[in-house]
């Protein structure tokens, strides 16, 4: 049949062309016509199959050609093998925090406020105006903004008590957010190779931006009430450390407040050490139960590095943060700044500024307040209604999270990954120890999307608990 | 007289007071009565005298003490230095291109473009679009916009040749402003202690994240047509460096642009050393004579990491960069961004996005090269006349600025110090170095303000050097 010796002159020229360099012209029509037997239109089909199958091209008035076949090779990079080496610091993946929720699923892990807690009317007011002014087409200068730089001391100055003198906006230095400003504290004031202490839990981005400075991260246990000063005293004896990164209010991600002993003895100790203590009050605009109340009002030293930001109360589009430092210490921080990224956009330090400077500010906070409560509650009582298995150590007086304790026997990943699988997003507790865990915790944001539905989230949590 | 005793009995009060310990109660009002022989009315009027000076104070039914002086002592921040050691990297000062010019001075040290080569029209228009949109609300992903990657990876392989695999937005970075780019690229592609090339002259934004990230700077000399690829060959090859941060187009400081022999020789050596090139195409939207013709678009291997910014020609409000890197070096780089500031604004980056995908940002450009090249050449001109003594080495066929060499037996800091002092602010060639300057160079920005007064800074400069 003529279909039958089409498909096999079309096996045989196939065959032929695989061996054949590109370019190779095929016989033409009339040798394939003789060579074969076939007719015509037999070779012609033929030849129509290998075209459409990508094997021949015809060149019109030339002849038909094996075309180059073009595999898509998958393009080799194993050079980079060699030239990038071992890196010096492995740093870890990004936190499974910020990384975006599948459609559907109750976001609890994520580490930024929803939108509904954000002050969005002012803030695109104030975005509006600094669209229409200068700062957006000239350059801020390398420590930021003056009357930026003037609000965040006097943010601080109105804690400090009398006798201690109040910082002033030549302490301040503005950052493009607070993740890059501990980079540059971790290199500035500790750098690479040597140790700084830090809180066990405590931030993942305070880790993470230790490990790229190159410093040696050393736990320190803390507690509901802060570290103990006399384990801290051992620490800073024992490593010889000259800094200690911790978060006094509402820390991430227990959501720790400092006792006001714990506060007085720590100050005592890093006196006693010469040594800093880097303050990060990242969770400041987030009170619920008690005013946030900085450490770093309390010293005029220059031991205290405060360092607040206004990325989660303002807007997470507006990256601004400062750090508050005395001394020699604010030279050096400047230093790693200017090489770091010169200045930070005076488009967003304008708008952070009017935001928080408008009337509505201050009413945009108390009006988060209850908010805040009334989810962290919610949650609280969908945890102990249908997670009874699991342990609350401390219901936050701030912040944006619970610090969930499961039961030591239950696997921490399969519990996370299940969870997953029953449209529900916790934070793996592992990400917030810097060695390894005290046990299999989960952490809990309370100011994510659909606080309606976090009954349902821990009644879910509940049931994977159960069968773990 | 009564007020002679009143002054005499504060005179010889106030210095038993200053040698008085402070709290120390003064004699009561009888006993210096009785001691001076004066009236009780003139012992109060002293006492009020020493009050008002702030030596005593009277407790209303104790009596009257010295009070501790209170003179404002400077901090004492001594405890720091221990506690800050030594520096591992002693980084510099920022440069002097970025410090703000006094007034009525004539700038021509600084690094950026005046705002009327700005779009300042469709920049205002996207900032105000972005502020009403869900970007000023929302977290940006890590590694940027989808669509703002789109965009660099589409510029890119718009200048890719047929038979190159053009770059795709997954090959693509956002990073915040260039500089912290740089920062970045060394950590994570050399690494601390290890070498990296680099053109001499060079940008000192480079040489200072070179430093911070503790890598090794090894100076390669490059002219107006670009390093010798075998001066490249043979400093790879002694060094072990597996990267070469350099500008093929439009240089700074010097505007070179590397001859189509340079540019395919460098690709060579590189390939050979299975090495990195660094290409800092900052220049690409300030061409002038020549466009700009990334060497990037001609290497799919992954040897060629892009970076390009769009701080300078967007505006320095919009911090905009992104990275173009394929294979694991892309990883590495994303891992160290990720540590270094989580993600970038995304009101920037959507801002960005909408300036330069207007039809306005192509005419934008067309307008904004004619007004280089006239700004250059009035610069250029007034040198020749003015400035005889000095060489221009190469007028640049794009970038910002000349590059002058003053004769060799001038002091440069005394030149640029005079030349400030006559008002014409000029960048001090030895900070574009990475080693010893190759002789007393001054960098001269034609894109700042006034270009009318570039005559009269020429004419000042040549009467400063007449007189060095």
Redesign the interface.
């Known amino acids: 049949m003529p279909d039958d010796s089409a498909a096999r002159i079309a096996a045989e020229l196939r065959r032929w062309a695989s061996t054949a360099a590109p370019g190779t012209r095929l016989p033409s029509s009339r040798a394939l016509v003789r060579a074969h037997g076939a007719s015509a239109a037999t070779v012609q089909k033929a030849l129509r199959t290998l075209t459409t199958e990508g094997l021949v091209e015809a060149r019109p008035g030339v002849g038909t050609f094996v075309r180059a076949v073009r595999t898509p090779r998958p393009?080799?990079?194993g050079?980079?093998?060699?030239?990038?080496?071992s890196?010096?610091v492995h740093?870890p993946?990004?936190s499974s925090s910020?990384r975006?929720a599948p459609e559907g699923a109750i976001a609890l892990h994520a580490g930024?406020p929803d939108?509904e807690l954000?002050p969005?009317r002012l803030?695109?007011a104030a975005?509006?105006r600094?669209?229409?002014s200068d700062?957006?087409?000239?350059?801020?200068?390398?420590a930021g903004l003056p009357e930026l730089r003037g609000w965040f001391a006097a943010e601080l100055a109105a804690a400090t008590p009398v006798g201690v003198?109040p910082p002033t906006a030549g302490d301040v230095v503005v950052l493009?957010?607070s993740?890059?400003g501990l980079?540059s504290l971790f290199?500035?004031?500790v750098?690479?190779?040597?140790p700084v202490l830090m809180e066990s839990p405590t931030y993942w981005?305070a880790t993470?931006?230790a490990?790229?400075a190159?410093v040696q991260v050393v736990p320190v246990a803390s507690g509901p009430a802060g570290p103990a000063p006399e384990e801290l005293d051992r620490a800073l004896a024992e490593t010889g450390a000259?800094?200690f990164y911790a978060q006094p209010t509402f820390a991430a991600p227990t959501g720790a407040l400092w006792s006001a002993t714990t506060r007085a003895g720590v100050l005592d100790v890093v006196r006693a050490h010469?040594?800093?203590l880097i303050e990060d009050d990242w969770a400041h605009d987030f009170a619920i139960d008690a005013d946030a109340a900085p450490l770093a009002a309390h010293d005029?030293?220059?031991h205290v590095v405060y360092v607040r930001s206004l990325t989660k109360s303002v807007?997470?589009?507006?990256?601004v943060a400062a750090v508050v430092a005395?001394?020699?210490?604010r030279e050096?921080i400047l230093?790693?700044r200017?090489?770091?990224?010169?200045?930070?956009?005076?488009?967003?330090q304008a708008a952070a500024l009017d935001v928080v400077t408008q009337p509505g500010w201050t009413r945009h906070l108390r009006h988060v307040r209850p908010q805040l409560r009334a989810r962290r509650d919610l949650l609280v009582a969908g945890l102990r209604e249908h997670v009874a298995g699991a342990h609350l150590e401390h219901v936050p007086a701030g912040g944006l999270n619970l610090w969930l304790r499961l039961p030591d026997a239950v696997d921490l990943e399969r519990f996370v990954d299940r969870c997953e699988a029953a449209g529900v997003l916790v934070g793996r507790g592992t990400e917030w120890f810097p060695a390894e865990p005290a046990g299999p915790y989960v952490r809990l944001n309370f100011s994510g999307p659909e606080p309606g539905a976090f009954p349902e989230a821990a009644r879910r949590m509940g049931a994977v608990l159960a069968a773990c």
Request: charged letters at 20%.
């Open positions: 393009p080799d990079y050079w980079q093998t060699a030239a990038l080496r890196p010096r740093l993946a990004p910020v975006p930024y939108r954000l969005e803030l695109r975005l509006g600094a669209a229409r700062v957006a087409v000239t350059r801020a200068p390398a003198a493009p957010g993740q890059s980079s290199r500035a004031l750098g690479a190779g040597r981005g993470l931006a490990a790229q190159g000259r800094a010469g040594a800093f005029d030293a220059g807007s997470p589009a507006v990256r005395r001394g020699p210490a050096r230093r790693d200017g090489a770091s990224s010169v200045y930070v956009s005076g488009l967003l």
